[in-house]
């Protein structure tokens, strides 16, 4: 009796685990060739989707082995993370620096990956801009307009989000200039700014969906690239408002050193990232809104973005390790805001 | 665990039916593998923080306030699901009606229909620019975006747990004691609520017990429906989320098993009443 | 439930007691006045209707918006189908490994009485209960680089969490308990004098199941597995956690719906949605077929 019980045991886990290993099995078997994992974060589905297949031809005419190119897309600090936790990715194309830093304070990248290509390896950059309904009702034209009563704004968490910790930067710097180093006055601003928001979604993409699939609040404080989107999808519906000052969005790329190590990939992956400064590709990224980093090429798009704004940059903030600390990390300043 | 109920099997001596040994070692096995040692990676990735940050982690403000919705929230979507799902018990086991299997195979949706889905059209149907949103808006009362909005997705994915845990017991309910009753002259309400519900009771408790819990954990569609404002419409999952993405383990887990140490409390806490209550019956 | 009585009979309210002789003769059940019967019918249907009819609307028509071609495009899709395969089989795995599951765990709770039966009940019932975020999270804490398997499992080149087997593990996980609730009850309130009885005749632990207690617990069983088959197909936060939304090779139904919602592609959003209301409907239409074959 005892020894039929233990056998049944026995027979169930081994019949479980052969279910899961044989699936395990299956889905490692399937990787013919070179496999190149690129985890983004959301706004730039649509430029990678045209990049990969610019890149392929590319390496192909280089005479470079074959190589399939998978996508991830979601929210910036949730891909790191999930980079962290043991996704394969090859290479990061996320938001912000501060997310990469994360991935590399967790020893998969190494470090000086910010010099390891051109402009603190971000090929391209954006800005922070408000999109609103056609019309402009509110008439919105700068940063103290959102603190007016009866303005309702969109913007993501930035605890949650990458996109929004730009949005809440390029808010303070602006109200910085307005009241010099009157650091309580700026939070004032913050704050009223913080009380008009009706929705804080977590990431930039449901902030947008927020604000055009569903209707809500007057103005979208999003990534310029974004709101040129939504215009491309509903060009009768929306405006896009440039401020007097934003912040110059970096978005960061790197290779995941030890995956790629790991997958032998280190080469493709390298050229991958490297191509990105290419004239085409540089192109291709100005044509999905993005601003080319290349001086020469963004020119070519000066009809297209408003070249004048003043930009500040991350640096102005003492780099994303000092400005997380500062600003969003639990107690700092954003949590000040919200604590009354 | 294992070693105490072979003691207690030994000392009560030889069952007469037999498999007890065997469907103990499947049931043991799998809970194990499956579940249980899954769970132990909270216990650790927590026990990180030492004691006194683990408390301040799940006492702070904003963590507690996010408690606070999800579980009122999550209450009053539970009760909703209690009284509308007694009814439609009811009405699917008392009463013949043309599309009464329609009626009755739609209450499995909310299953089937991943929360993401639930949590857009919701929100589409229920914000100020929705079909039925729009009506409310009228009336000065805001859906989606709020806590109502909050308990409107609770509630849906709710549903199912209370008419199907009551309908099987109302289908085998004798209805002896009911006739008896009326032919003691008594009311059709007081018949309902003194005969037939004190029967349901058990059942009724427990599906309140599952959407309740369900609704305290639930994520992928509230926070398409709640606007995510901190102390106001963040839910309890939700913060869980947002320490994630800062990269903080520790934290998200400390709210994480204080979550689970609350529904686990809450489905033991139904169990028992719903064991106490059959032994009571059958006594 | 199955027998007809005469919708004719009719009791008027019994205050003083006097019922006739004549009318207690009838069943006295199915006496309730139109009124109550038509308005209790009529809460459901509203209920139902703004809860569930009306959203499920809203996904057919989103999902028709831009025409039948536009929808069979988004259907047919290279990655919805392989994401529609990827759903299929962790389905089919969480229904086989959790009705292996719930007829034991059934059959142990309700045959036999031990010491910690409550505790066990209430563990089984965690994945109910539990945040499908923190399901997720569960195993991303056991299997990923950063659990505490993580380094044997990479040593022995196994991947389980952002590959098939951890969306796999975490559809087993959510639906872990559903046909263990649905036999558990019935199960208990059968009783174990027949198994007793059968046993004390000599037969032995198969044939009783087989023989005594499957044939009470077959509708229960599959309305179980039905139960399980929806929930696994629509099971949408622990696989998100857990399962990198790499497309065409983790992404299920609901993963790749939400990713064509936020590629700003709602109607294909919403076709793909239809996709999975219509295989639950198709599954509680083969539910109905089989409880009418059952009368």
């Not at chain 2, 013949?96 to 919701?122: H, Q, Y």
């Not at chain 3, 790499?246 to 936020?262: A, D, F, S």
Request: hydrophobic content about 50%; some cysteine; charged content about 20%.
């Amino acid at each position: 009796m005892k020894k039929r019980v233990i056998a049944w045991i026995l027979g169930t886990a081994m019949a479980a685990s052969v279910v899961l290993t044989g699936c395990g099995g299956s889905s490692e078997n399937s990787s013919a060739g070179l496999e190149l994992l690129n985890v983004s974060y959301d706004p730039t589905r649509e430029f990678y989707a045209k990049y990969n297949e610019m890149f392929l031809e590319h390496w192909k005419g280089e005479g470079g082995e074959d190589v399939t190119i998978t996508q991830s897309h979601g929210g910036s600090g949730s891909q790191a993370r999930s980079v962290i936790e043991g996704n394969e990715a090859d290479v990061v194309t996320l938001a912000l620096a501060h997310d990469v830093t994360a991935i590399e304070e967790a020893g998969l990248i190494d470090s000086g990956w910010l010099d390891e290509f051109d402009r603190d390896s971000s090929p391209y950059t954006s800005t922070i801009v408000f999109l609103v309904r056609k019309g402009n009702e509110k008439n919105i034209q700068d940063w103290d307009d959102l603190v007016k009563d009866g303005v309702e704004v969109i913007t993501p968490n930035p605890k949650s989000s990458g996109g929004a910790c730009w949005n809440f930067l390029a808010a303070w710097a602006y109200q910085q200039e307005q009241d010099g180093d009157n650091e309580e006055a700026t939070k004032a601003f913050m704050k009223k700014l913080y009380e008009n928001v009706l929705v804080l979604d977590s990431g930039a993409r449901g902030a947008t969906n927020t604000f055009v699939e569903n209707g809500q609040g007057d103005v979208l404080i999003a990534w310029e690239n974004e709101a040129y989107l939504s215009m491309e999808e509903y060009p009768d519906d929306y405006e896009i408002v440039t401020p007097s000052v934003s912040i110059l969005a970096q978005p960061s790329v790197a290779v995941v050193d030890s995956n790629a190590k790991e997958h032998g990939s280190e080469e493709a992956a390298k050229a991958y990232l490297e191509y990105l400064y290419s004239d085409e590709a540089q192109r291709l990224a100005g044509e999905n809104y993005y601003r080319p980093s290349s001086e020469e090429i963004l020119q070519e798009f000066s009809d297209q973005f408003n070249l004048d704004m003043n930009l500040v940059t991350i640096d102005d903030f003492g780099g994303w390790d000092e400005a997380y600390q500062t600003f969003f990390d639990d107690g700092a300043v954003f949590d000040e805001i919200y604590s009354e | 665990m294992d070693a105490q109920i072979v003691k207690v099997k030994n000392k009560k001596g030889v069952r007469v039916i037999p498999g007890f040994g065997l469907s103990l070692g499947v049931t043991l096995a799998m809970l194990g593998c499956l579940v249980l040692i899954p769970l132990v990676s909270i216990f650790l990735s927590a026990a990180q923080l030492s004691f006194g940050d683990f408390i301040e982690v799940v006492t702070s403000r904003q963590v507690v306030s996010g408690y606070m919705v999800s579980l009122s929230c999550a209450f009053l979507a539970a009760l909703v699901n209690a009284a509308f799902g007694t009814v439609l018990a009811w009405v699917l086991v008392r009463y013949d009606f043309p599309g009464k299997r329609l009626m009755d195979g739609l209450i499995e949706l909310p299953f089937a229909l991943p929360t993401a889905v639930a949590g857009i059209s919701l929100t589409y149907l229920y914000s100020d620019q929705g079909w039925i949103g729009s009506l409310f808006d009228k009336i000065g009362i805001k859906i989606a975006y709020t806590r109502i909005g909050i308990t409107i997705a609770m509630v849906f994915v709710g549903i199912p747990f209370v008419v199907r845990a009551v309908q099987p017991v109302l289908e085998k309910l004798d209805r002896q004691y009911e006739e008896a009753a009326m032919m003691l002259g008594a009311s059709k309400l007081y018949t309902f609520f003194r005969v037939i519900l004190p029967e349901l009771f058990p059942a009724l408790l427990a599906g309140f017990g599952l959407a309740f819990a369900r609704g305290i954990g639930e994520y992928g569609s509230v926070v398409f429906i709640a606007g995510n404002i901190p102390y106001k419409t963040q839910i309890a999952p939700l913060l869980i989320m947002t320490k994630l993405e800062q990269y903080k383990y520790a934290d998200a887990t400390a709210i994480a098993l204080v979550l689970l140490l609350l529904s686990f409390l809450l489905m033991f806490l139904i169990n028992s009443i719903q064991i106490y209550m059959q032994k009571f019956s059958k006594a | 439930m199955s027998e007809k009585t005469k919708k004719a009979y009719e009791t008027e309210e019994t205050a003083d007691g006097l019922h006739s002789i004549q009318k207690v003769i009838e069943p006295p059940h199915e006496s309730s006045r139109p009124i109550i019967k038509y308005l209790l019918i009529g809460v459901c249907v509203l209920f139902l209707a703004v809860m569930l009819v009306i959203p499920l609307i809203v996904v057919a028509v989103n999902a028709f918006s831009d025409g039948w071609a536009a929808y069979q495009k988004a259907v047919m899709d290279e990655y919805t189908l392989k994401a529609l395969w990827l759903t299929l089989l962790a389905t089919v795995s969480a229904v086989v490994v959790n009705t292996i599951f719930g007829i034991f765990a059934a059959y142990l709770l309700s045959k036999f009485y031990f010491k910690g039966r409550q505790v066990l009940a209430t563990l089984i019932d965690i994945p109910f209960s539990i945040s499908p975020v923190i399901a997720g999270l569960v195993f991303i804490l056991t299997f990923g680089n950063i659990g505490w398997m993580g380094d044997f499992l990479k040593a022995h080149d196994i991947k389980i969490v952002f590959a098939v087997p951890g969306v796999i593990l975490a559809t087993i996980f959510v639906t872990f308990p559903f046909v263990f609730r649905e036999l558990f009850p019935v199960m208990n309130a059968q009783g174990k004098d027949e198994e007793e009885a059968a046993a004390l005749m000599g037969a032995n632990g198969f044939t009783i199941f087989r023989r005594i207690t499957f044939p009470h617990i077959k509708w229960a069983l599959l309305y179980g597995v039905i139960l399980c088959t929806a929930r696994a197909m629509g099971e949408f936060g622990a696989v998100s956690v857990i399962s990198g939304h790499l497309r065409g090779k983790t992404n299920t139904l609901p993963l790749h719906v939400e990713i064509l919602y936020n590629e700003f592609n709602t109607t294909a959003a919403f076709a793909v949605s239809s996709l999975l209301v219509i295989l639950a409907v198709l599954i509680l239409i083969a539910r109905n077929i089989v409880e009418w074959k059952k009368k």
